[in-house]
């Protein structure tokens, strides 16, 4: 698969809705998961809403027939036991008939609309199984046959109903209308309706319709339904605010930075939509094995019938028949081609729930195969924010010397400024600062309550022939340089914090079997070996372009391995291409992410890549669990029912009795916990 192909189209090339194959969905097979937000043609929220409540009022209604043919089935049933008199002729096959019709006209009308194309489907043989026992008079079993079949079906619908109800509330009930910030006041108006550049309101307690940039001085958030982290998340003015976060604190404004259907949100919806084109290996084996299969088992059963003809004296062609369509049912392929995709969509809707966003059941299993994981530093393994590690200082006053140079350096925008800055808190603006020149490259000079301070690194000092201890130098961490009035003050240390669960995401991954743990970094070296000692890491490289990341991935993949390259998505872009699994780390604000990544994590936290292999994992053991379920019980049936010692009813057990308990195998990764 050229994956870089597969990622690369747009949602509406590339959208195609789940296969789940039933007589209800097989003219539109569904789910089609997040429909009700935006579909893949740009219909509104409110129309995908309206098409899936109906589809939801139509699987209900459509329990009413099936209880209705249960009970002139279970009826039928007990008339015959009782051996009631009036019970037979054309009332018995009546009564049976009705209680057929209710529940099979839409396999028979599918197997016979499928003639034009294929005819060798599970339709097929259903409707020449259960019409033949009609024909022989064995009624009550081929009403239960098909009965059966179709509460499976109601299974599934149930399931995925679930299913897309589940992933829906997780990540998409955002509020229709939203308040217009206008020259006469706030205006109630459609979200869908906001321009980019617009101001709306957001009051205390509200959701966030639509991304935008905070205008308010600062406001906190609950961002568990796009991060699924339950601490709030403060955000200050100019900073980004997601469609889906709850307002916490106070009446906001946002001016808006994306339409209603290009938010963050709404390509995560797509993407999920999107999910269900891309089909694991096991899916398209599944798929291809039914199309060779269900003709052999049918030209089987034809054999079944007929061969016997030569070779039996005492041969009865209905005894011969009912056999024949025994083997018919078992051989129908319902339990896997159901659950096997059910399976894989289970999978993709509880990493939805874990913060993870697959782009396509594919990646579930190739997350399963990977021995090599690969990360970036900053963002991934680090939280991306500068911060104060060390303050010393040769003078006597401590608080005076931070609170000076942040003084200083408030006059900067530059990052490490700013982490000093946020260290010393609003002590600073005490003092007086004027003078301030800033020298590239090397730092600032400036007078701070009438003293010269210079801040910057070893080349500043050097300049004004300032003297100080060379060991500065060695010093692996970020340092900045204090002079006062041309005299060594002391140092501040600066550095990228290492996240909290790092070391448990490196514990995590090696449990699951990842062999090989890299980390790629543009820092500079000496920081990227001391991370890689402190987190035990196999091997890590610092100072690197985007195009050396390439050719250290390169090399891995040369290697054998199966590599997972987790970024931030941007700068990372050609390295997470390459990968054989590529993960965007924290990407909800970022289209690169979205559009060059195979799995999204919603949340800046690493222990999530160990998430996403252990529910590839699961995903995958329960798929296999029902092949060997299907396949072991369809081949014991299979040789008792064409030895005549397997009835009916044991053909019923062998399809829609196993197909049930795939189907819950299946639905089972739904209740699992992962971290």
């Given at each position: 698969?050229?994956?870089?192909?597969?990622?690369?189209?747009?949602?509406?090339?590339?959208?195609?809705?789940?296969?789940?194959?039933?007589?209800?969905?097989?003219?539109?097979?569904?789910?089609?998961?997040?429909?009700?937000?935006?579909?893949?043609?740009?219909?509104?929220?409110?129309?995908?809403?309206?098409?899936?409540?109906?589809?939801?009022?139509?699987?209900?209604?459509?329990?009413?027939?099936?209880?209705?043919?249960?009970?002139?089935?279970?009826?039928?049933?007990?008339?015959?036991?009782?051996?009631?008199?009036?019970?037979?002729?054309?009332?018995?096959?009546?009564?049976?008939?009705?209680?057929?019709?209710?529940?099979?006209?839409?396999?028979?009308?599918?197997?016979?609309?499928?003639?034009?194309?294929?005819?060798?489907?599970?339709?097929?043989?259903?409707?020449?199984?259960?019409?033949?026992?009609?024909y022989i008079g064995e009624y009550a079993e081929g009403v239960a046959v098909m009965l059966f079949y179709v509460i499976g079906e109601h299974f599934q619908?149930?399931?995925?109903?679930?299913?897309?109800?589940?992933?829906?509330?997780?990540?998409?009930?955002?509020?229709?209308?939203?308040?217009?910030?206008?020259?006469?006041?706030?205006?109630?108006?459609?979200?869908?309706?906001?321009?980019?550049?617009?101001?709306?309101?957001?009051?205390?307690?509200?959701?966030?319709?639509?991304?935008?940039?905070?205008?308010?001085?600062?406001?906190?958030?609950?961002?568990?339904?796009?991060?699924?982290?339950?601490?709030?998340?403060?955000?200050?003015?100019?900073?980004?605010?997601?469609?889906?976060?709850?307002?916490?604190?106070?009446?906001?404004?946002?001016?808006?930075?994306?339409?209603?259907?290009?938010?963050?949100?709404?390509?995560?919806?797509?993407?999920?939509?999107?999910?269900?084109?891309?089909?694991?290996?096991?899916?398209?084996?599944?798929?291809?094995?039914?199309?060779?299969?269900?003709?052999?088992?049918?030209?089987?059963?034809?054999?079944?019938?007929?061969?016997?003809?030569?070779?039996?004296?005492?041969?009865?062609?209905?005894?011969?028949?009912?056999?024949?369509?025994?083997?018919?049912?078992?051989?129908?392929?319902?339990?896997?081609?159901?659950?096997?995709?059910?399976?894989?969509?289970?999978?993709?809707?509880?990493?939805?729930?874990?913060?993870?966003?697959?782009?396509?059941?594919?990646?579930?299993?190739?997350?399963?195969?990977?021995?090599?994981?690969?990360?970036?530093?900053?963002?991934?393994?680090?939280?991306?924010?500068?911060?104060?590690?060390?303050?010393?200082?040769?003078?006597?006053?401590?608080?005076?010397?931070?609170?000076?140079?942040?003084?200083?350096?408030?006059?900067?925008?530059?990052?490490?400024?700013?982490?000093?800055?946020?260290?010393?808190?609003?002590?600073?603006?005490?003092?007086?600062?004027?003078?301030?020149?800033?020298?590239?490259?090397?730092?600032?000079?400036?007078?701070?309550?009438?003293?010269?301070?210079?801040?910057?690194?070893?080349?500043?000092?050097?300049?004004?022939?300032?003297?100080?201890?060379?060991?500065?130098?060695?010093?692996?961490?970020?340092?900045?340089?204090?002079?006062?009035?041309?005299?060594?003050?002391?140092?501040?240390?600066?550095?990228?914090?290492?996240?909290?669960?790092?070391?448990?995401?490196?514990?995590?991954?090696?449990?699951?079997?990842?062999?090989?743990?890299?980390?790629?970094?543009?820092?500079?070296?000496?920081?990227?070996?001391?991370?890689?000692?402190?987190?035990?890491?196999?091997?890590?490289?610092?100072?690197?372009?985007?195009?050396?990341?390439?050719?250290?991935?390169?090399?891995?993949?040369?290697?054998?391995?199966?590599?997972?390259?987790?970024?931030?998505?941007?700068?990372?872009?050609?390295?997470?291409?390459?990968?054989?699994?590529?993960?965007?780390?924290?990407?909800?604000?970022?289209?690169?992410?979205?559009?060059?990544?195979?799995?999204?994590?919603?949340?800046?936290?690493?222990?999530?890549?160990?998430?996403?292999?252990?529910?590839?994992?699961?995903?995958?053991?329960?798929?296999?669990?029902?092949?060997?379920?299907?396949?072991?019980?369809?081949?014991?049936?299979?040789?008792?029912?064409?030895?005549?010692?397997?009835?009916?009813?044991?053909?019923?057990?062998?399809?829609?009795?196993?197909?049930?308990?795939?189907?819950?195998?299946?639905?089972?990764?739904?209740?699992?916990?992962?971290?």
């Amino acid at each position: 698969m050229n994956k870089s192909d597969s990622t690369s189209k747009s949602i509406e090339e590339d959208f195609k809705p789940l296969e789940i194959t039933s007589p209800r969905t097989a003219e539109a097979p569904g789910p089609n998961v997040g429909a009700e937000c935006c579909t893949a043609d740009g219909r509104t929220k409110q129309a995908g809403a309206m098409e899936h409540e109906h589809a939801e009022e139509e699987a209900k209604s459509s329990y009413i027939p099936t209880a209705i043919s249960l009970v002139l089935l279970l009826g039928g049933i007990l008339l015959d036991y009782l051996d009631t008199p009036w019970f037979s002729g054309y009332v018995r096959l009546v009564t049976y008939g009705i209680a057929y019709v209710l529940v099979g006209w839409r396999v028979v009308w599918h197997a016979i609309k499928s003639l034009r194309s294929s005819f060798f489907n599970e339709f097929f043989l259903m409707s020449m199984a259960t019409l033949g026992a009609f024909y022989i008079g064995e009624y009550a079993e081929g009403v239960a046959v098909m009965l059966f079949y179709v509460i499976g079906e109601h299974f599934q619908e149930a399931a995925v109903l679930r299913s897309r109800r589940s992933i829906k509330a997780l990540i998409d009930n955002r509020p229709d209308e939203v308040g217009l910030v206008t020259d006469d006041g706030i205006v109630t108006v459609k979200a869908k309706e906001v321009q980019v550049g617009d101001v709306v309101q957001v009051k205390a307690g509200e959701k966030v319709a639509l991304d935008g940039e905070l205008l308010a001085e600062k406001s906190s958030f609950n961002t568990a339904a796009l991060t699924g982290e339950s601490k709030p998340d403060t955000k200050k003015q100019g900073e980004t605010v997601l469609a889906g976060m709850i307002n916490l604190d106070r009446v906001i404004e946002l001016r808006v930075t994306s339409a209603y259907e290009n938010s963050a949100l709404s390509k995560i919806l797509k993407l999920v939509e999107e999910a269900g084109s891309r089909k694991a290996k096991t899916q398209q084996f599944i798929t291809k094995f039914a199309k060779v299969y269900t003709p052999i088992v049918f030209f089987l059963a034809i054999g079944l019938v007929f061969i016997p003809y030569f070779l039996v004296e005492s041969y009865d062609f209905n005894q011969w028949l009912y056999r024949a369509l025994i083997f018919l049912v078992i051989s129908c392929p319902c339990a896997l081609v159901i659950s096997i995709p059910l399976g894989y969509f289970g999978g993709i809707g509880a990493a939805s729930r874990n913060g993870l966003l697959f782009k396509g059941s594919n990646f579930l299993d190739l997350m399963t195969q990977v021995d090599t994981v690969v990360m970036d530093k900053t963002g991934t393994l680090t939280e991306g924010v500068f911060q104060v590690q060390r303050v010393e200082t040769v003078l006597p006053e401590k608080e005076w010397f931070l609170s000076a140079v942040a003084a200083l350096e408030s006059k900067s925008t530059h990052p490490i400024a700013q982490a000093i800055v946020s260290e010393a808190g609003q002590v600073y603006q005490q003092h007086v600062v004027s003078e301030v020149e800033e020298i590239s490259g090397h730092g600032l000079k400036g007078s701070v309550d009438g003293k010269l301070l210079l801040v910057g690194n070893a080349r500043l000092l050097d300049k004004y022939k300032v003297p100080y201890d060379p060991s500065l130098k060695e010093i692996v961490e970020t340092i900045v340089i204090v002079a006062v009035d041309g005299t060594y003050a002391g140092y501040i240390t600066i550095a990228d914090k290492t996240k909290e669960d790092a070391p448990l995401a490196v514990k995590r991954m090696r449990e699951l079997g990842v062999k090989m743990l890299v980390m790629l970094s543009g820092d500079k070296d000496s920081i990227v070996q001391k991370v890689a000692a402190e987190l035990k890491l196999d091997a890590a490289y610092g100072g690197l372009l985007p195009q050396d990341k390439v050719s250290h991935v390169e090399k891995l993949k040369a290697e054998g391995r199966t590599v997972a390259f987790v970024g931030d998505g941007i700068n990372d872009a050609p390295v997470i291409t390459l990968a054989d699994v590529g993960m965007a780390m924290g990407g909800l604000g970022s289209d690169a992410a979205i559009e060059t990544a195979d799995v999204v994590i919603q949340m800046d936290n690493p222990a999530k890549i160990a998430t996403a292999i252990n529910i590839g994992k699961k995903t995958k053991q329960i798929v296999w669990q029902n092949i060997a379920l299907a396949f072991g019980v369809k081949a014991i049936v299979l040789i008792l029912g064409a030895g005549g010692l397997a009835t009916m009813w044991e053909a019923v057990f062998a399809d829609v009795g196993v197909a049930f308990l795939a189907i819950l195998n299946a639905v089972r990764i739904q209740r699992m916990h992962f971290d």
